[in-house]
C-alpha cells in the first residue's frame, strides 16, 4: 500500500524536530498529507519526582509548560511542511491510546525512541515506541539522535521470522524496498540450523522487481538475536531496520519479545516496526 497519510508524533520533548524533518522529507518523497499530533503530556519525569504529590505537581507544570510551547512548534511544524498537506492538532492523555486511534487512519507513524527507558535518571510515564503493538499501522521509530537529513531506506536490512508480525512488516515497508539501492534479508537461527526462510523471502522480493541479497546469523534466545540484528545493520551501514514487533498486551501493559525489546533499547538507526 502507498504511504498518502503519515501520523507523526509530536511532543516538548528535544527530538521533536528531528522527527518532523523526518516527517517532511518522507511525505514529500510519497506525496502523502501529515497528521501532526502534539501531546501535552509529558513522556517522562525526573527520577527524583518519587511520591504520589510530587509526581502530580511535576506533571502539571510539565503539561502547562508544553501548552505553552505548543504555538512556537506549531510554527516549527508550518515552516518545515511548507508546501505539503498537513494538519496540526493538540490533545492531552495516554500518548499511546491516543496515537493509536488515529493511526487507524494513516499508513505510516513516526515516533522516538524512549530515551526515558535507557536513562535511569529518568521515569518513563508514557512509551510511545510501544505503538506498533497497539495498531496495525507500521510505526517508524527514530532514535533520539536520528540526524535531520540522513537518507532512510537507501541501504535496509529486513529482520526476517516466518509470521505474521515480520510479513506484515515487510509488506508495510514495500514504498521503502522498492526505491532501496540495496536490500539484505536476515534470517538469525539456533545453532545447527543453516539459513531459515531467507531464501524463500529473497525469491519472493525477486518477483517484486526487488533484488535482495540473503545472510544467516546464529544466535540462541531472544536477545541475542536482537544483538546480531543490531551488529549486522551496523556491519551494512543500514540506514533503514525492517522488523515485526513481537510481544502482547497484559492488564494494558505492552509486553515485548526479547528481540524487539533488545532492538528497542539499543538501536542506532530508523527501524519500521510491524505487528
Known amino acids: 500500500m502507498p504511504i498518502k497519510t503519515i501520523l507523526l508524533h509530536m511532543a516538548n520533548d528535544d527530538a521533536h524536530a528531528s522527527r518532523l524533518a523526518v516527517a517532511a522529507a518522507l511525505a514529500r518523497r510519497f506525496s502523502a498529507h501529515v497528521e501532526a499530533l502534539y501531546i501535552a503530556t509529558p513522556v517522562s519525569m525526573p527520577a527524583g519526582a518519587t511520591g504520589r504529590a510530587a509526581s502530580y505537581g511535576y506533571i502539571a507544570e510539565a503539561t502547562a509548560i508544553a501548552h505553552e510551547n505548543a504555538e512556537r512548534i506549531e510554527a516549527e511544524v508550518s515552516v518545515a511542511l511548507d508546501g505539503v498537506s498537513h494538519r ?61 537529513t540522513a537518507p532512510i531506506g537507501r541501504n535496509v536490512l529486513i529482520a526476517w521470522k516466518n509470521g505474521r508480525e515480520a510479513t506484515h512488516a515487510v509488506r508495510n515497508a514495500m514504498p521503502f524496498l522498492e526505491t532501496a539501492e540495496s536490500v539484505t534479508v536476515l534470517t538469525v537461527t539456533p545453532p545447527g540450523r543453516r539459513d531459515g526462510d531467507g531464501p524463500a523471502l529473497v525469491d519472493w522480493l525477486g518477483r517484486h522487481g526487488i533484488a535482495a541479497a540473503q545472510r544467516t546469523e546464529t544466535a540462541t534466545g531472544g536477545g541475542e538475536v536482537g544483538d546480531r540484528i543490531l551488529s549486522t545493520a551496523a556491519d551494512l551501514g543500514a540506514d533503514l531496520l525492517v522488523m515485526g514487533a513481537y510481544g502482547h498486551s497484559r492488564l494494558r501493559e505492552l509486553v515485548l519479545g526479547g528481540a524487539t525489546r533488545s532492538v528497542l533499547a539499543g538501536m542506532p538507526l530508523p527501524t519500521l516496526m510491524s505487528h
Request: aromatic residues 4%; hydrophobic residues 45%; proline residues 11%.
Open 88 to 148: 496540526w492538532s493538540v490533545d492531552e492523555g495516554d500518548h499511546v491510546e491516543l496515537l493509536a486511534e488515529r493511526a487507524t487512519y494513516a499508513d505510516l507513524a513516526i515516533v522516538a525512541q524512549s530515551a526515558a527507558e535507557r536513562s535511569g535518571e529518568r521515569v518513563p510515564l508514557h512509551v510511545p515506541d510501544r505503538l506498533p503493538l497497539a495498531t496495525a499501522c507500521p510505526t517508524l521509530v527514530l532514535p533520539p539522535d536520528q540526524p535531520a
